[in-house]
């Protein structure tokens, strides 16, 4: 059925390119976003934003219910997402990224943010997020700046994440 993309990994340029709004979500962006999901899903991973399947417009997925456990799939498709506000407080959580493969490490990120973008159906909404779900969308959208979770790091814990990739690519582990 759905064929899937493949998942860009560290050091890929294409990480770290900003990616451009899209005009409107027609039946490409459309077929893009089920693709995605399906990527995502495949993976798997909580979400996924264009950079990472090579593509630089601003259009990232996301589904944070747990299907280990029985859950139905409630995915959320975003384009072109803004975040119009963030809260002062702010959260640590223990973040991954399906580019950086097996390395994962503690990001501060303001705790409540509310997103506004163009839906699956091209409608303007808005999704209020904290937790779990606050963290993902924020790290969908730095993707989208070609931003990184490792980026909010040291550089001596960058750079180490960055050699064990490289290391396991080596090994053929990725
Ligand atoms: O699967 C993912 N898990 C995750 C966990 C904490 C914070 C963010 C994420 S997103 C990540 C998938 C991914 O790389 N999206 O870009
Ligand atoms: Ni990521």
Same mark, same amino acid.
């Given at each position: 059925?759905?064929?899937?993309?493949?998942?860009?990994?560290? /050091?890929?340029?294409?990480?770290?390119?900003?990616?451009?709004?899209?005009?409107?979500?027609?039946? !490409?962006?459309?077929?893009?976003?089920?693709?995605?999901?399906?990527?995502?899903?495949?993976? /798997?991973?909580?979400?996924?934003?264009?950079?990472?399947?090579?593509?630089?417009?601003?259009?990232?997925?996301?589904?944070?219910?747990?299907?280990?456990?029985?859950?139905?799939?409630?995915?959320?498709?975003?384009?072109? /997402?803004?975040?119009?506000?963030?809260?002062?407080?702010?959260?640590?959580?223990?973040?991954?990224?399906?580019?950086?493969?097996?390395?994962?490490? !503690?990001?501060?990120?303001?705790?409540?943010?509310?997103?506004?973008?163009?839906?699956?159906?091209?409608?303007?909404?808005? &999704?209020?997020?904290?937790?779990? &779900?606050?963290?993902?969308?924020?790290?969908?959208?730095?993707?989208?700046?070609?931003?990184?979770?490792?980026?909010?790091?040291?550089?001596?814990?960058?750079?180490?994440? &960055?050699?064990?990739?490289?290391? &396991?690519?080596?090994?053929?582990?990725?």
């Amino acid at each position: 059925m759905s064929d899937l993309y493949e998942i860009i990994n560290v /050091p890929d340029p294409v990480l770290k390119e900003t990616a451009q709004a899209v005009n409107k979500v027609d039946a !490409d962006i459309q077929k893009q976003m089920d693709k995605m999901l399906a990527t995502m899903y495949e993976a /798997p991973g909580i979400g996924l934003a264009a950079n990472q399947v090579n593509l630089l417009n601003r259009v990232l997925v996301m589904d944070l219910s747990r299907q280990d456990e029985g859950e139905d799939r409630s995915p959320i498709c975003m384009a072109n /997402p803004e975040i119009i506000r963030e809260s002062e407080e702010l959260s640590v959580m223990e973040e991954g990224c399906l580019s950086i493969p097996r390395q994962y490490a !503690d990001v501060e990120r303001p705790a409540n943010v509310r997103v506004k973008y163009l839906d699956y159906d091209g409608k303007e909404a808005e &999704l209020e997020a904290s937790g779990l &779900l606050s963290h993902c969308v924020q790290h969908e959208i730095d993707h989208l700046n070609g931003v990184l979770f490792i980026d909010y790091l040291s550089s001596l814990k960058r750079n180490m994440i &960055l050699r064990k990739v490289d290391k &396991l690519k080596k090994q053929n582990l990725i």
